[in-house]
């Protein structure tokens, strides 16, 4: 081949292969939209300030970011909601909750192991677990963070699109997921805590305190809060024995 056609052989072919990387670059990155009619939702209203034992204490403010992480806020997340309630025994729970409906950003959801320790606590406990619901068993981070005398035991989980997920590397490849689908999720961060040295007891509170808000919320809030996918599962795991004792009779 002579140099003329073989250099127009090789332009070509590297122009053949910048579009196709440029129609794939295209195609593998979300583009902005609309909120979706489910992500049109208010989060103030959506939370009840009453429900089972469980009152709203307005003298009791939970952890608050500092005005340079609060302006970080503001850029990843649409709404946030702050409140701390009271049952009659006097127990107090801190519940936190921000909602970003575009999360295909560098989505981290403020996370506490980063909000706490940037506000001078120690992280003394981290670990997983499951919050078993009647909706639904809930993947939550369970976390210790002390400040001088503060100790504070807290539960968090998160939501990406329709499902509830780890924070870490289930939450990056859920992500990754929907980057190349072309799809922007939405995500939220629930943040439940207490003071006391007792996290065991410190967790149980937290626990009734997140069973008493979920069956308070109407089913299409309370997908809201832990994944329409998390409550499709329980759903469908609850049907399961009906069935089959359906299949035995016949």
Same mark, same amino acid.
């Given at each position: 081949? @002579?140099?003329? !056609?073989?250099?127009?052989?090789? #332009? %070509? ?61 503001? @850029? ?6 702050? *409140?701390?309630? %009271? ?17 295909? /950003? ?39 963070? !002390? ?18 997920? @780890?924070?870490? %590397? ?10 190349? #689908? ?8 629930? *943040?439940?805590?207490? %003071?006391? #040295?007792? /996290? ?7 626990? !009734? ?12 809030? /309370? ?23 359906? !299949?035995?009779?016949?």
């Amino acid at each position: 081949m @002579k140099p003329a !056609r073989r250099h127009l052989a090789v #332009s %070509i072919v590297l122009g053949l292969a910048m579009a196709a990387t440029s129609a794939l670059t295209g195609a593998l990155t979300p583009t902005p939209r609309a909120p979706l009619p489910h992500e049109r939702f208010s989060l103030e209203q959506m939370i009840p300030q009453r429900f089972g034992a469980w009152t709203v204490d307005p003298g009791v403010v939970p952890l608050q970011p500092d005005p340079e992480q609060q302006g970080v806020l503001a @850029k990843i997340y649409d709404q946030t909601l702050s *409140r701390t309630y %009271i049952d009659p025994h006097g127990q107090r729970v801190m519940l936190s909750i921000a909602y970003g409906g575009d999360q295909s /950003r560098a989505l981290q959801l403020h996370l506490p192991e980063v909000c706490y320790v940037a506000q001078g606590f120690e992280l003394v406990e981290d670990s997983d677990d499951l919050l078993p619901t009647r909706h639904g068993r809930l993947p939550v981070k369970r976390l210790v963070a !002390r400040l001088s005398e503060r100790n504070e035991p807290i539960t968090y989980w998160i939501t990406i699109g329709d499902k509830a997920t @780890k924070a870490g %590397i289930q939450q990056k490849l859920r992500r990754l997921a929907y980057g190349l #689908s072309g799809e922007i999720p939405d995500g939220m961060l629930v *943040r439940v805590s207490t %003071i006391g #040295s007792d /996290r065991h007891a410190a967790w149980r509170v937290q626990d !009734r305190f997140v069973a008493d808000l979920l069956a308070a919320l109407a089913p299409g809030d /309370r997908a809201h809060l832990i994944g329409a996918d998390t409550v499709a599962v329980a759903a469908d795991a609850a049907a399961t024995p009906a069935r089959a004792a359906g !299949r035995m009779h016949h």
